[in-house]
C-alpha cells in the first residue's frame, strides 16, 4: 500500500521540473493525479508519464492567468476524482534581467503567473477541496527572502506568494484546510536552474556555498510536500519551508550579475 492510496493530488504548472517530480512521487505512493499547465503537448507527456507509475491521471492546458480555465480545471478535477486532498501550486516565469530594464510587460508577466496565478489556483480550488484534512502546498523561491541582482520582479512576486500563503493559511484554518509553502534553492536538471546559471558555474561556484555541499535533487523536494501532505504535518500551517542545503544561510554570493555582464 502507499502512503496516498485514494488520495487526489491537484498540480499547477505540474508538467515538467520539480512539479512534476513531485507528481510523480505522490502518484507513486498511490495518489491520483490531475495536472495542468499551458502547453498542451507537455500535459498529455505528463499524464502518461503519471498513468505509467500510479492508479490514475487526468489533466488539462490551462494558463493561470486566466481565472475561468482554472476553474474549469477544478471542476474537470472534481468531476473525474472528487474532492481534493493536496493541492501543490508551482506555475512560474522567470527571465534575468537588471530591475531597470525590466519591461512593464516583462514584470506584469511574472508577477500574473507567480502571484496572480497562485490566488487564481487556490481560490478556484477552494470549493473542491476536502473539508475537514486538505492542504495546500504553493512553491516559492529564495528570492523571496534574499534580494539577488537580476531578478527584482521575481523577489516581488515570491514574497507575495509567502504572504499569500500565510493569510490563505490564516482564513482557511478553521476550515480544517493546511496551507503551507517550500522555497527549493537550485535544484539539478530543472529548468530554472539551466536558465539562471551556467553549467560551469554550478560545478565550480554555486555548490561551494552551501553549506551541504551539494545541488539539491527533485526527490528531496518531493520528500519534503510529502510529509507536509501526511497526518505526521497535520498541526503544521502558514510556514515557508526552505529546502536549500542552508543555502539561506550565507545567501550573498547566490546572485546573478556575472550572467547579466557576460
Known amino acids: 500500500m502507499g502512503k496516498f492510496d485514494g488520495k487526489v493530488l491537484a498540480v499547477a504548472g505540474g508538467t515538467s521540473g520539480i512539479n ?3 507528481a510523480k512521487h505522490f502518484a507513486a505512493e498511490g495518489a491520483k493525479v490531475f495536472t495542468f499547465s499551458r502547453d498542451p503537448e507537455k500535459v498529455e507527456a505528463a499524464v502518461e508519464a ?6 490514475a491521471a487526468e489533466g488539462m492546458s490551462v494558463d493561470v492567468r486566466d481565472y475561468a480555465s482554472v476553474e474549469a480545471a477544478f471542476a474537470r478535477c472534481a468531476e473525474v476524482f472528487g474532492p481534493i486532498d493536496t493541492l501543490l501550486s508551482g506555475a512560474a ?18 508577477m500574473e503567473i507567480d502571484l496572480l496565478g497562485t490566488h487564481h489556483v ?4 477552494g470549493p473542491h477541496l476536502r473539508r475537514p484534512g486538505a492542504n495546500i502546498i504553493n512553491v516559492t523561491a529564495p528570492q523571496a527572502q534574499v534580494a539577488m541582482v537580476g531578478q527584482a520582479h521575481v523577489c516581488a512576486a515570491k514574497a507575495g506568494v509567502d504572504m499569500l500563503t500565510r493569510a490563505y493559511a490564516l482564513e482557511w484554518g478553521p ?7 517550500v522555497s527549493p534553492g537550485p535544484i539539478a536538471d530543472t529548468e530554472g ?18 553549506p551541504l555541499r551539494r545541488m539539491g535533487v527533485i526527490e528531496d523536494v518531493a520528500e519534503l510536500c510529502a510529509f507536509l501532505a501526511s ?9 515557508v519551508i526552505p529546502v536549500d542545503g542552508g543555502l539561506l544561510l550565507n545567501p550573498t554570493p547566490h546572485r546573478m550579475a556575472e550572467m547579466l555582464e557576460g
Request: aromatic share 4%; hydrophobic share 50%.
Open 20 to 22: 512534476l517530480g513531485v
Open 231 to 239: 497526518d505526521a504535518a497535520s498541526w503544521i500551517t502558514g510556514t
Open 175 to 181: 476550515e480544517g484546510i493546511r496551507v503551507n509553502a
Open 122 to 125: 487556490m481560490r478556484a480550488a
Open 193 to 210: 536552474v539551466r536558465r539562471l546559471m551556467s553549467a560551469e558555474r554550478l560545478a565550480q561556484n554555486e555548490q561551494s556555498h552551501i
Open 93 to 110: 516565469g522567470n527571465f534575468v534581467a537588471k530591475a531597470a530594464d525590466i519591461s512593464s510587460n516583462g514584470f506584469r508577466a511574472v
Open 50 to 55: 503519471l498513468r505509467a507509475i500510479g492508479p
